[in-house]
């Protein structure tokens, strides 16, 4: 049986939020989260080539314009690490369909530099040259780097794996694609321009992307940062009732529920 051009699931009512997962996920990925957040409409998207969703040729941007096409008008969208390098891109060039962004340890750009807090640019070009030689080990590697650093590390990462291999393998030219996304897209000046409400969740103990970027990242009186002081890459996973509290709380003031 073919893909979907784009596997979307819904659930809930209430005002919809938009769920884009990361690099080597799916949306299964916030199952977790989804249950915790009954007053929203949660539509949980697999990014094409990744869990249901059928893979497209063309890079980021057509991987922003096919989101688009499937999403809701002024949909709360929240991006979780490379989800939310296409969030944020989503917001900036189709304002309609973007009422309120969140990101979750993502940064407009992913690759360290002498400046920048990020991801060693060595770190990407092993996991590519591995998606060459192995790739459901090199995914597996992956999945464990998400929680490292966490007090939970093993219980989030055994719960990671359960839920991202309840769907098929990503596909490899997708993750490729990804690869290259984390390490070529660099949405800086974009995200200085974002004027919607703009919530940014981050773990300090994030080893891909560090809380200390922060500091370079635009501030606006439209935009509101919270750190989980015990997290990693995955709050949502290690923290879940700190993360719905937080994006209750910011829902809230924000006018959106």
Known sequence: MNSPALFMQASGDGHPLVLLHGWGMNSSIFTPLVAQLPQYQCLQVDLPGFGDSAPLDGGFDAWVDQLAQHLPEQAMVLGWSLGGLLATRLAQRYPTKVAALITVASSPYFLATAEWPGIPAKVLQQFTQQLQQDLP?????????????????????????????????PDATALADGLAMLRDIDLREDAATLQLPWLRLWGKLDGLVPHRVITQMPTADNITDAIFAKASHAPFISHPHEVVTEIQRWSTATGLI
Do not use: W, Y
């Not at 080990?137 to 309840?166: C, H, N, P, W, Y």
């Open 137 to 169: 080990k090199t995914i597996e590697r992956f999945l464990a780097l998400q929680a490292m650093g966490s007090d939970t590390a093993r219980d989030d990462i055994r719960r990671i794996r359960e839920l991202v291999l309840a769907k098929p393998q």
